[in-house]
């Protein structure tokens, strides 16, 4: 029988895919796209997906064998891989972080360390030191621990070198468990036993239980429940007839024991189920031109389209129109949302129409509901929408026919960390052409680089340039905040017009939304005596204070201290509060409209898995009066009762060191005030700011996108920015300073040897140390004609040979190719 090896793929940061021997029984049960369990280094197991079949042996080292064989079919299919690939490319990156990314963590088989007691050895506890005694004393109590165990009882993050140490005195044994993370959802139900099925054997039955009333009255309720008669009486969930019969778990075994029923566990699905309502809107003039302008241009060529459409215009009026064209085709698509607080509304609104055709798959779902919805679209023939934020690109879809990217400007497209650095607007650009999909991008405020593919005629472009209905354009005013301030008009953050136009919407029963981009209660505490304020002990930021918690809290690690009373400088109680954020905010609306309902959403208030769900109902229903928020409440939500809509401070979001700040600053103060109005009610939006002559307060103003991009695009020319160049962006990481500072200085002169003047830096990012690691930008830009893979290579070329010098082994660099 011939030998037969496999190239696979580890979920891990290696260079490439590793060759494993396949014992001949498997032969013929192995397949591209399966998982396998595999041996890598010492004794660590880990889930590979086999990536390639063939007969050849490794050169530089003898294959080992696969340690188990997980599936008997692909749960990767090619058009993945082939994406992975593209991804691991373009972003450079491994295949092996893709895969990690890609991949719920359900379908993720590894390894757990287990330790225990060498009963061979007789323990000296004279010879341990304080904490190898503590492990050792707690094995002899414990047959086994984890590591994690270990890592408690020592109360360390980091217990490696102990256990290392009690191995080398021959203390302990440690030995590998492997461990399925996905268990299917089992509950138990409860039928009628054969032998009753019939109206005389249940006469009989009920003869049975004269003396057990209880056990009788559940009888009962299982036959109403079921649906009689009783010959087709249907399975009822054994919880549900507990709580309806107010029975207890043994009255219902004792019928079981009986041979009355039968209790049978089955497989249950954890994903939510959608029903449709008939009905639906019809497209205004301007859609149907525009829908039809976008299906011409499908079938023109296969381009991607941008639809560009002021907000409250119909959307998703038209995304309806395309998703139930593609169904019908027999198809599937894909519609993703930058954020999953967008989903709620947009989920309840496609329900409406789609039904059970939807699959929605966000990172709120747990890893077993993940690995459902995986399977489900392995399994399904069915034409379904997918629905979801960034990771829905790397569901498995064999018959894409629509992909929808809404809301294509926002950043949270873009993944940070871990790798891959991935933007999802642009890896979809990219799965649809490897499907031959259509594809349709939409914004009110298109990203500049997607208005210039747009207008350089790369993609194509429809456009919708009034709200739908009678619904009119938002009213904008702004208020000089130095003249507020000048006349003593101010109450706290609100300016007298700000504030008197809360006041009336209240009266008049309408809802109000509040906008400033800054969680917590106070930016930061200080010390009006010596100056002091607390920072991060791990980080280069100020605490920022939080009055639910009644700490100061670091926002890159979690860091916290309690709010000082004095100052720890010099003595002094005066301790003062300085700036405001959301919390802040919702604290000052009570002492000003005590009466109102206030919600407050950003990161803090929304960690819980509904919390957002639960805030936008509210918010629909009317629970709610006033809502404030960070850019959370900007993501195309539409409520019909908000008549104002506030933005606090617009000059924090015009005042960042980036060459995007304008561009976003603008999509931002757009998007928020978008949510002001709807039908025949023309809303009201309030701008404060310092500085009222701003060129991007007057674009706003004027709901001028045009002279927002041609201003963005002349300097973006003169500055080599994109979209005109491309960027890449080397982060120089690691926890000494100094090793950080002459390692980005010797990387940036290796590039420079080899680019020239297209690198800039190294130079510190504004928050230069997080989590007591430092760090050092440098930033290649590269002209769009030069050759972008043969340049990677010889950068990523270069960034392996300074990991092979001796003094920057330990120093990391991330690579962020397209940064946001």
């Given at each position: 029988?011939?030998?037969?090896f496999v190239?696979?793929?580890?979920?891990?940061?290696?260079?490439?895919?590793?060759?494993?021997?396949?014992p001949?029984?498997?032969n013929e049960?192995?397949?591209?796209?399966?998982?396998?369990?595999?041996?890598?280094?010492?004794?660590?197991?880990?889930?590979?997906?086999?990536y390639?079949?063939?007969?050849?042996?490794p050169?530089?080292?003898?294959a080992?064998?696969?340690?188990?064989?997980v599936?008997?079919?692909?749960?990767?299919q090619?058009?993945?891989?082939?994406?992975?690939?593209?991804?691991?490319?373009?972003?450079?990156c491994?295949?092996?972080?893709?895969m990690?990314?890609?991949?719920?963590?359900g379908?993720?088989v590894?390894?757990?360390?287990?330790?225990m007691?060498?009963?061979?050895?007789e323990?000296?506890?004279?010879?341990?030191?304080?904490?190898?005694?503590?492990?050792?004393?707690?094995?002899?109590?414990?047959?086994?621990?984890?590591?994690?165990?270990v890592?408690?009882i020592?109360?360390?993050?980091?217990?490696?070198?102990?256990?290392?140490?009690?191995?080398?005195?021959?203390?302990?044994?440690?030995?590998?468990?492997?461990?399925?993370?996905?268990?299917?959802?089992?509950?138990?139900?409860?039928?009628?036993?054969?032998?009753?099925?019939?109206?005389?054997?249940?006469?009989?039955?009920?003869?049975?239980?004269?003396?057990?009333?209880?056990?009788m009255?559940?009888?009962?309720?299982?036959?109403?429940?079921?649906k009689?008669?009783?010959?087709?009486?249907?399975?009822?969930?054994?919880?549900?007839?507990?709580?309806?019969?107010?029975?207890?778990?043994?009255?219902?075994?004792?019928?079981?024991?009986?041979?009355?029923?039968?209790?049978?566990?089955?497989?249950?699905?954890?994903?939510p189920?959608?029903?449709?309502?008939p009905?639906?809107?019809?497209?205004?003039?301007?859609?149907?031109?525009?829908?039809?302008?976008?299906?011409a241009?499908?079938?023109?060529?296969?381009?991607?389209?941008?639809?560009?459409g002021?907000?409250?215009?119909?959307?998703?009026?038209?995304y309806i129109?395309?998703?139930?064209?593609?169904?019908?085709?027999?198809?599937q698509?894909?519609?993703?949302?930058?954020e999953?607080a967008?989903?709620?509304?947009?989920?309840?609104r496609?329900?409406?129409?789609?039904?059970?055709?939807?699959?929605?798959?966000?990172?709120?779902?747990n890893a077993?509901?993940?690995?459902e919805?995986?399977?489900?679209?392995?399994?399904?023939?069915?034409?379904?929408?997918?629905?979801?934020?960034?990771?829905?690109?790397?569901?498995?879809?064999?018959?894409?026919?629509?992909?929808?990217?809404?809301?294509?400007?926002?950043?949270?497209?873009?993944?940070?960390?871990?790798?891959?650095r991935?933007?999802?607007?642009?890896?979809?650009?990219?799965?649809?052409?490897?499907?031959?999909?259509?594809?349709?991008?939409?914004?009110?405020?298109?990203?500049?680089?997607?208005?210039?593919?747009?207008?350089?005629?790369?993609?194509?472009?429809?456009?919708?340039?009034?709200?739908?209905?009678?619904?009119?354009?938002?009213?904008?005013?702004?208020?000089?905040?130095?003249?507020?301030y000048?006349?003593?008009k101010?109450?706290?953050?609100f300016?007298?017009?700000?504030?008197?136009?809360?006041?009336?919407?209240?009266?008049?029963?309408?809802?109000?939304?509040?906008?400033?981009?800054?969680?917590g209660f106070?930016?930061?505490v200080?010390?009006?005596?010596?100056?002091?304020?607390?920072?991060?002990k791990?980080c280069?930021?100020?605490?920022?204070?939080?009055?639910?918690?009644?700490?100061?809290?670091?926002?890159?690690?979690?860091?916290?201290?309690?709010?000082?009373?004095?100052c720890?400088?010099?003595?002094?109680?005066?301790?003062?509060?300085?700036?405001?954020?959301t919390?802040?905010i919702e604290?000052?609306?009570?002492?000003?409209?005590?009466?109102?309902?206030?919600?407050?959403?950003?990161?803090?208030?929304?960690?819980?898995?509904?919390?957002?769900?639960?805030?936008?109902?509210?918010?629909?229903?009317?629970?709610?009066?006033?809502?404030?928020?960070?850019?959370?409440?900007?993501?195309?939500l539409?409520?019909?009762k908000?008549?104002?809509?506030?933005?606090?401070n617009?000059?924090?979001?015009?005042?960042?060191?980036?060459f995007?700040?304008?561009?976003?600053?603008?999509?931002?103060?757009?998007?928020?005030?978008?949510?002001?109005g709807r039908?025949?009610?023309?809303?009201?939006?309030?701008?404060?700011?310092?500085?009222?002559?701003?060129?991007?307060?007057?674009?706003?103003?004027?709901h001028?996108?045009?002279?927002?991009?041609?201003?963005?695009?002349?300097?973006?020319?003169?500055?080599?920015?994109?979209?005109?160049?491309?960027?890449?962006?080397?982060?120089?990481?690691?926890?000494?300073?100094?090793?950080?500072?002459?390692?980005?200085?010797?990387?940036?002169?290796?590039?420079?040897?080899?680019?020239?003047?297209?690198?800039?830096?190294?130079?510190?990012?504004?928050?230069?140390?997080i989590?007591?690691?430092?760090?050092?930008?440098?930033?290649i830009?590269?002209e769009k004609?030069?050759?972008?893979?043969?340049?990677?290579?010889?950068?990523?070329?270069?960034i392996?040979?300074?990991?092979?010098?001796?003094?920057?082994?330990?120093?990391?660099?991330?690579?962020?190719?397209?940064?946001?």
């Amino acid at each position: 029988m011939e030998t037969k090896f496999v190239d696979v793929i580890l979920p891990l940061p290696v260079p490439r895919p590793y060759t494993y021997r396949v014992p001949k029984d498997w032969n013929e049960k192995i397949c591209e796209g399966a998982r396998v369990l595999v041996q890598f280094g010492k004794k660590k197991i880990y889930t590979a997906i086999i990536y390639k079949i063939h007969h050849t042996p490794p050169q530089h080292y003898r294959a080992k064998y696969l340690s188990e064989l997980v599936d008997e079919f692909p749960i990767v299919q090619p058009n993945q891989i082939e994406l992975w690939r593209w991804i691991a490319d373009y972003y450079m990156c491994s295949l092996g972080e893709v895969m990690a990314a890609a991949l719920p963590a359900g379908l993720k088989v590894s390894s757990e360390t287990i330790i225990m007691l060498n009963h061979h050895m007789e323990i000296d506890f004279d010879q341990l030191t304080d904490r190898e005694y503590l492990i050792a004393e707690a094995l002899e109590s414990n047959e086994k621990l984890t590591m994690q165990e270990v890592s408690d009882i020592l109360q360390l993050k980091t217990v490696y070198p102990i256990v290392q140490g009690l191995i080398a005195k021959q203390i302990i044994l440690i030995e590998e468990v492997v461990k399925e993370r996905y268990k299917p959802k089992m509950n138990d139900f409860v039928t009628l036993s054969p032998n009753y099925q019939s109206e005389e054997q249940l006469k009989q039955a009920f003869d049975e239980l004269s003396n057990a009333p209880k056990q009788m009255h559940v009888l009962m309720k299982l036959l109403q429940l079921g649906k009689t008669p009783p010959e087709k009486v249907e399975a009822v969930k054994k919880t549900t007839l507990q709580k309806e019969a107010q029975a207890s778990s043994a009255q219902v075994k004792a019928l079981a024991e009986k041979g009355i029923i039968e209790i049978e566990s089955l497989e249950v699905g954890r994903l939510p189920s959608y029903q449709s309502e008939p009905g639906e809107k019809q497209l205004n003039e301007e859609q149907q031109a525009a829908l039809e302008s976008i299906e011409a241009q499908f079938e023109e060529s296969r381009k991607p389209v941008l639809l560009q459409g002021v907000t409250g215009s119909g959307k998703t009026e038209l995304y309806i129109k395309l998703i139930q064209k593609t169904l019908d085709s027999g198809r599937q698509a894909l519609y993703l949302l930058p954020e999953i607080a967008l989903t709620t509304q947009i989920i309840s609104r496609l329900e409406k129409h789609f039904g059970d055709q939807i699959l929605v798959y966000h990172s709120k779902f747990n890893a077993q509901e993940r690995v459902e919805i995986w399977q489900k679209l392995l399994k399904t023939e069915q034409p379904k929408l997918i629905l979801g934020a960034r990771s829905a690109i790397f569901l498995p879809m064999n018959n894409l026919g629509l992909t929808i990217v809404d809301e294509e400007h926002e950043q949270s497209f873009k993944q940070y960390d871990p790798a891959p650095r991935y933007n999802a607007r642009d890896t979809a650009v990219v799965l649809s052409a490897m499907h031959k999909a259509n594809m349709l991008l939409g914004s009110a405020t298109p990203s500049i680089e997607s208005r210039f593919n747009a207008h350089s005629g790369k993609y194509g472009y429809a456009f919708m340039g009034s709200r739908h209905g009678s619904a009119q354009m938002p009213d904008m005013e702004v208020v000089d905040l130095r003249e507020q301030y000048r006349k003593k008009k101010m109450k706290t953050h609100f300016g007298e017009p700000l504030y008197e136009a809360v006041k009336k919407a209240l009266s008049n029963k309408e809802q109000v939304i509040l906008f400033q981009n800054r969680r917590g209660f106070s930016p930061f505490v200080q010390c009006n005596t010596c100056g002091w304020t607390p920072e991060c002990k791990n980080c280069d930021v100020t605490l920022t204070y939080h009055k639910f918690l009644q700490k100061l809290k670091c926002h890159y690690c979690g860091y916290n201290i309690p709010h000082p009373k004095t100052c720890p400088a010099c003595g002094s109680p005066e301790v003062q509060l300085k700036g405001f954020g959301t919390e802040k905010i919702e604290s000052d609306i009570e002492i000003y409209f005590p009466e109102a309902r206030i919600k407050r959403m950003d990161l803090d208030s929304t960690r819980g898995k509904n919390a957002h769900q639960q805030i936008i109902n509210e918010l629909e229903t009317g629970e709610i009066d006033i809502l404030v928020g960070t850019q959370m409440i900007t993501k195309g939500l539409d409520f019909e009762k908000v008549s104002v809509v506030g933005i606090l401070n617009a000059d924090l979001m015009l005042n960042f060191q980036d060459f995007r700040a304008h561009e976003r600053a603008f999509q931002l103060m757009t998007q928020v005030a978008g949510r002001a109005g709807r039908k025949d009610r023309r809303g009201k939006v309030f701008i404060q700011t310092f500085d009222p002559d701003h060129p991007v307060i007057k674009q706003v103003k004027k709901h001028n996108y045009d002279a927002m991009y041609n201003v963005q695009d002349h300097e973006r020319l003169n500055f080599h920015y994109p979209p005109y160049y491309r960027l890449i962006k080397l982060t120089v990481v690691h926890h000494d300073k100094d090793l950080v500072l002459n390692g980005s200085n010797e990387l940036a002169g290796m590039l420079r040897r080899i680019l020239g003047d297209r690198i800039l830096g190294p130079e510190y990012p504004a928050v230069a140390r997080i989590k007591n690691k430092y760090h050092r930008q440098i930033l290649i830009k590269l002209e769009k004609q030069l050759h972008l893979g043969k340049t990677k290579e010889q950068v990523a070329s270069l960034i392996t040979d300074f990991n092979l010098m001796d003094n920057f082994k330990s120093v990391r660099v991330i690579v962020d190719v397209d940064p946001v």
